[in-house]
């Protein structure tokens, strides 16, 4: 049966959680997950509301409705989401495959409620990848000359799948403020270091030469500022002086892999909510 | 300013948040924490909401009054406190004093809201400590045929002290049925292994003989079972061949401080719910 | 260049070091890598050295002639390895194949130094994979009736292709007596519980019913005794009451692709040597 | 009985090892720990080589004069230690007072082998404890103008107590170049941050303000330039937004005690080397 999920973020104030509780109650849903949180520094309320469409007295298509004067009222920032209409994910990727692989391979396992209609590259080594898995992959050469004219190719396509998140597997470009703001808080890049350490580029070769005993890996919302978004988790490992940059880079790889699917699972199942440059994970 | 902690459980319903949110709201209470879980294999529904006394119409002594019916309504196990009226504790030690060290530091700084009236020991060795922090210390010598009177005089003191929560820092004696369900639900030990391995005596001794890569910490309730109540909180460190037992007792001693620690902390700010022989923890 | 590997265990005593590494230094190795403990329970020395055979004035066939009387002289365990030679590793694998793909995957893009010829399985679920890997696979359905019939035709098919380590990876079936001492210290089993916790059947369940705050995964060689072999890796991971079974089994089958692979890779390293129930991990 | 604990860095070359080994053992040294590790970037040999005097041909104060041509054939970097001469160390420290605490906890229950005659602050809120501890504390407050003069008298003081180490416990000063360069390699300072991210002031704010998913704490050997200086030891613990800029200076705190107590035992214990901006440490 399907399910409706509230995300909601506004000022806080008495009496929200009554009035939302209230709402999905005297309509007769039937709560299955309810977590708030309030940011006392900002007096920010958070909340995602999960409850069964089972018996709801009100089809999918009129509850946005009828929740909206509780929405003006509480002046909350809000989306609602139904877990039958399953996310349409793009993944972009480079030449280290990954990150690909792993989110593949849980997909088809069954670990990720969504669709993947698309595979971009600026390279063609995913290409078989994709044939395997029977994704478009659209292959998009880039130069510092074409690549806003690419970007805006890229744009129409992901328009025309629907897609609704983007995921940077390793895809070893920046995009272009155009393509950020296109979809602001819908893209999910993987860093391979332990932010905001070794931003920017070779972060397992940083950390090799500053020699630090434990390395990372995060997952974060990508904002103009190059590696600089909204994180969304992270995760460490140890190393020592017997690791080889080699070995570092094999250490990170395994966390960058768990990292990234966790982060990506958290979004399709509408957990996180951003707010200024942190967010909110209602794991 | 005061606040009130209501901790609730229940079979789960509709309904259920709405109306306890609805109880705080319409007597003006400001909630400043909410938290909930459902456990779906027993289909049971916890709660633990927090909310400002500061402009609450109810005065607090007819607070419980006032939400009993709807206890009733939805036949809740529940509990209130007030964060202006400290849990008192008792501390049982044996020979090994760090745990207590370190409990009483985090104390004197203010981490732990609590009051320690009172150390319990069947030896000395910590005397001197209880005497630093001058808190009263009490010293019950045992053997196997003195144990169920001395446990008695133990009770006493603890009622006389008004002890609701009693932690045992390393006590290295097995509490006897009538003292456990004396203070059911109130007893927190630490024991010095990732249970359920290595139950019972010498766990490091015994993670040593095993080989182990990995030894834990576990804090957990105190039942008739031996090392086998609900588990509130647990942690672990890496070690290898290179460790002698001497190493592992140390890093796993400073696992204790932190796990006992943890678990004491959230016990005091009524964040621990127990059902069947787990924990619900909303830290 | 081929490097020579000599792994050694023997009773301490004064001169081993220094004799070993004079052995290398005086036919003109290079040691790349040395590593040695001493247990001081059981007063016995371990070692592995690694030289290059770049200038060495043995050929690799007369170098454990030329070292067999120091072995003697110091009643040595030991073993040489070259490293141009590479381990021939064949995989047991019963419905659950994420280890086999995680390790496949791994092999394919070069972190495994070794040769896979060989799929074994009681299910055909991996047939797939096999033949797009085309690595040779082995079906042997089993029944409580056929299993020493079954094992023994595995075990010549191991022979037949010349297999060095069994690794089960996921293999749901309990080896009897005569395969484990066929194969002594050559099997790799991945447990999905922190050892020696909820050994035996449905770890995760085993873990979800008594409440533990952390799962683990555990790496082990395989000897009679069910689950309880020499520890080579193991790993944790922190759960909550938020986390339903199947939550559980998502995050421990990550944990176990990680430990399974870096045990994998020390033993095919020849960085590993048991004694008693115990191992050394030259990491 | 007295052991003896060589520490060496050279070039890597053929033979280094077995010069070494056969130089303790022809004169009947019995090796209790040796550790080696070669920098292939650099081409650099590490090795720490401890072995028991017990029955040692060569007096301890001739052992140097007889290792000296050793020394000098391979161009080594050396340093010779002796277990019954324990390191002599002073603890820095300003107001937060929860490692000094540690530490004297640790150095008190005989964890730290080392005579710690001087604790040294630019407050007055660690005297108490000094007294307790019955250590000499010296006060030296510090302004923009008089810092020169005072670290001068401080230099002074830590020459007149034959000061080996010098251990800035949350010391929330900078030293001036004079200072670092008198005691080279001999400063271990604990950072609250997972360095090289948030160094400078007020980390635990950056990370609350950055949103991080995972804190740090890191131990490093003071060099001129601001937490900058080799890393000997790091360490992380996960938060979430549920946790406030109070929690993470708790959790941090906890880290801080163990990261800079595991650091300060290694340097105690002689496994700690440093080469270039980087540590090796035979733990």
């Known amino acids: 049966m399907s399910h409706a999920i509230l995300l909601i973020s506004c000022p806080d104030q008495k009496g929200i959680t009554a ?17 708030q949180h309030i940011d006392e520094q900002s007096n920010t309320f958070f909340m995602r509301i999960e409850w ?32 039958d209409k399953p996310t349409r994910v793009a993944i972009f990727v480079s030449r280290h495959l990954h990150c690909l ?82 979809f602001k808080n819908r893209i999910i890049n993987i860093h391979h270091s332990f932010l905001p350490a070794f931003a920017g580029q070779n972060p397992y070769l940083q950390a090799f ?20 978004g909204p994180i969304i988790e992270q995760d460490t490992v140890r190393v020592s002086h017997r690791d080889s940059l080699r070995d570092l880079v094999q250490k990170g790889e395994d966390l960058e892999k768990v990292v990234l699917s966790r982060a990506v699972r958290w979004a399709l199942e509408k957990k996180v909510l951003c707010y200024g440059n942190k967010t909110v994970v209602f794991d």
């Open 52 to 83: 069964s469409l089972d018996g709801f007295k009100l089809v999918k298509k009129k509850i946005a409705e009828a929740f909206r004067p509780i929405a003006k009222k509480f002046a909350m920032t809000w989306e609602i989401y139904f877990t």
């Open 101 to 182: 692989h792993d989110l593949l391979y849980r997909y088809k396992s069954g670990q990720l409620s969504c669709e993947i209609p698309l595979i971009i590259s600026n390279h063609s080594d995913a290409q078989p990848i994709a044939k395997e898995f029977r994704i478009k992959f659209g292959k998009f050469s880039l130069t510092s000359k074409n690549k806003r004219e690419q970007e805006k190719r890229q744009i129409e396509i992901l328009k025309k799948e629907n897609v609704d998140l983007v995921i940077l597997a390793r895809y070893q470009q920046i995009l272009t403020r155009q393509f950020v703001l296109e």
């Open 19 to 35: 009035t939302v509780t209230n709402f999905v109650y005297t309509h007769n849903g039937n709560i299955v997950h309810a977590d």
């Open 209 to 228: 030469q500053r020699g630090v005993k434990i390395i990372g890996a995060t997952s974060h919302y990508v904002i103009e500022e190059l590696d600089a």
